[in-house]
């Protein structure tokens, strides 16, 4: 089995059965720490110009960066060895796939809250929103939660899974890619913000976050609708509602994973005591419910391996039809 099917596989299923061990360094954390030091001497340009430009610098060098370090790391293991270079590669690239750290922040919220514990709840869950969570309601609590999941399903795991799928067809292979939109998610997480002090040092980062998601976003909205069996109603009802979300992906994303599951999800949301009112996404055939969320979970796994599958075949079947070829020949 080629290299890249071999990767691809271990790093689905690294993520699926372990996840991020809890005290390992992680790439995103190296990032963060990266992007916290750049920050600190960039917010401290006067001129709004001037941060833009190192707005710039800071998106297309972390970028540029993550994908050539995972490159040089994967191609110096490999030369050492080739199967310290393929677990070295798997490693990597389980750490882009953020399948299983979801399940497990979705359950670390909802565990307690179906216990009757609605204190630790909001407390639990103020580590994964950025909305005020002390005053929530248990339905207001799974609605952020069924939210969080659905729109981090795509930069999360679609995503990464979509450029490693990319990466793995191309001579680069799938580490380089998928660490490279794993730095582009990272900085729109950190400094994407329109809001002072990121206003100028962020746009960049946002805007580049917005473009690489967009082909992936879709993807995941076609795929959903296909496998759901109601196409035309989750086009029809993206059409109509994901427009009015301020992102140009998250609306997508959340909106086609409401009208598969038949929820509503949008409304008030409160940050820093300040209201502000999310778009009405999907139509409230159904309430929110704990098992709600684990189906959309449950829905975006479906789609990781519909994809996976998808991109070994494009990878496995030209060798296929080359052995065959030289088969016949011989």
Same mark, same amino acid.
């Given at each position: 089995?080629?290299?890249?099917? !071999?990767? @691809? &596989?271990?790093?689905? /299923?690294?993520?699926? %059965?372990?996840?991020?061990?809890?005290?390992? *360094?992680?790439?995103?954390?190296?990032?963060?720490?990266?992007?916290?030091?750049?920050?600190?001497?960039?917010?401290?340009?006067?001129?709004?110009?001037?941060?833009?430009?190192?707005?710039?610098?800071?998106? !297309?060098? @972390? &970028?540029?960066?993550? /994908?050539?370090?995972? %490159?040089?790391?994967?191609?110096?293991?490999? *030369?050492?060895?080739?199967?310290?270079?393929?677990?070295?590669?798997?490693?990597?690239?389980?750490?882009?796939f953020a399948g299983r750290s979801l399940r497990r922040a979705a359950g670390d919220v909802l565990a307690p809250l179906q216990a009757g514990d609605l204190e630790m709840a909001r407390s639990r869950l103020s580590l994964y929103v950025g909305r005020d969570t002390a005053d929530l309601d248990e339905a207001e609590i799974r609605r952020a939660v069924l939210e969080t999941v659905t729109e981090n399903a795509v930069d999360g795991v679609l995503a990464p899974l979509f450029f490693a799928l990319v990466g793995s067809l191309l001579p680069v292979g799938a580490v380089p890619l998928a660490l490279a939109y794993k730095a582009a998610s990272t900085l729109d997480s950190m400094v994407g913000y329109r809001e002072a002090p990121y206003t100028h040092l962020g746009w960049c980062s946002a805007r580049l976050e917005d473009y690489l998601t967009w082909i992936p976003c879709r993807l995941t909205v076609l795929t959903l609708a296909l496998l759901s069996g109601q196409p035309g109603r989750v086009w029809q009802i993206c059409r109509r509602d994901a427009p009015q979300d301020p992102s140009p992906n998250a609306g997508w994303s959340e909106c086609a994973y409401a009208v598969v599951l038949g929820v509503q999800v949008g409304g008030k949301n409160q940050y820093r005591g300040v209201v502000k009112n999310k778009p009405l996404l999907g139509d409230p055939v159904y309430p929110i419910t704990v098992d709600r969320i684990h189906q959309a979970m449950n829905w975006t796994r479906r789609v990781f391996l519909l994809w996976l599958t998808i991109g070994l075949a494009a990878i496995l079947f030209p060798i296929a039809v080359n052995s065959l070829t030289r088969g016949f020949t011989a």
């Open positions: 089995m080629p290299f890249a099917s !071999i990767v @691809l &596989i271990g790093a689905a /299923g690294l993520d699926y %059965w372990i996840g991020d061990p809890w005290g390992w *360094l992680h790439p995103v954390q190296v990032m963060g720490w990266g992007i916290q030091q750049y920050s600190q001497w960039a917010l401290k340009l006067k001129p709004p110009i001037a941060q833009k430009i190192a707005g710039v610098g800071l998106a !297309i060098g @972390l &970028i540029s960066l993550s /994908g050539f370090v995972g %490159w040089l790391i994967v191609t110096g293991a490999t *030369l050492l060895n080739l199967w310290f270079g393929i677990i070295t590669a798997i490693v990597l690239l389980a750490s882009c």
